[in-house]
């Protein structure tokens, strides 16, 4: 088991681009969040998943953010027409739901909107 | 969820034993405290978490009052690389509930060699 990975782990991009980020969970877990964490803050809620249903969304989830979980494994966020204030780390976490379920989280995803 | 209070910062020296509180005044019963740290530029770590009971793994132990209103996480010898910023969260049990964390600005603890 080699825990949550994220890709990439950097990503620079000019404002308007559209971005992906891609995470792969512990092989075992069920379920998939999606957090933002910006400089000097804690890690913010964005959406989770259960299997491939997208259970909850935060309001700071805008309508240029989407997120999928096609087959219940591997996840992604695409940030669409990307702008300056999107520039942050994106983390994601996954747990095995009952009983306290523990989230594990990967090492994130940087962003950089120029 | 219940809202917790943390010092901002600390320090501690290098070897001796770090001891961090954390305020849960509005926990309920049916809330878990969960403690997770970020070294910087990481993404935040599982450290340990608790209902009622005190709890011990190869990473730290947490101290729950009677009460539950507060914690304390400690690490029985620190050392440089346990410079991160520790955050306490309490989490419901229920499956019904949110089941997101909820990080507060947590505490820079810096040790010192």
């Known amino acids: 088991d080699t825990g949550v990975s994220q890709n990439p782990r950097h990503k620079i991009t000019k404002r308007g681009q559209n971005v992906t980020f891609r995470c792969d969970p512990i092989s075992e877990h069920n379920r998939l969040y999606w957090y933002r964490q910006t400089l000097g803050q804690g890690p913010e809620f964005l959406t989770y998943f259960q299997n491939e249903a997208q259970l909850e969304k935060s309001r700071l989830l805008s309508d240029r953010f989407s997120a999928e979980r096609p087959k219940g494994s591997f996840s992604t966020l695409e940030i669409q027409r990307t702008e300056q204030g999107d520039s942050a780390m994106y983390l994601c976490?996954?747990?095995?739901?009952?009983?306290?379920?523990?989230?594990?989280f990967g090492p994130g995803t940087r962003l950089l909107v120029l | 969820d219940a809202k917790t209070t943390q010092p901002t910062s600390m320090d501690c020296a290098e070897g001796r034993a770090a001891n961090l509180p954390c305020n849960h005044s509005?926990?309920?019963?049916?809330?878990?405290v969960y403690w997770y740290r970020q070294i910087h530029s990481q993404g935040p770590q599982y450290i340990i978490h608790?209902?009622?009971n005190n709890e011990t793994n190869e990473m730290a132990s947490l101290i729950i009052t009677e009460d539950r209103k507060s914690s304390t996480l400690i690490l029985p010898h620190a050392t440089l690389r346990d410079t991160a910023v520790y955050y306490c969260i309490v989490r419901p049990l229920w499956e019904g509930s949110a089941r997101q964390l909820t990080f507060g600005s947590g505490t820079q603890l810096t040790v010192l060699p």
């Open positions: 509005t926990i309920s019963g049916n809330e878990y």
């Open positions: 976490a996954s747990s095995f739901s009952g009983g306290p379920e523990t989230q594990y």
């Open positions: 608790g209902l009622k």
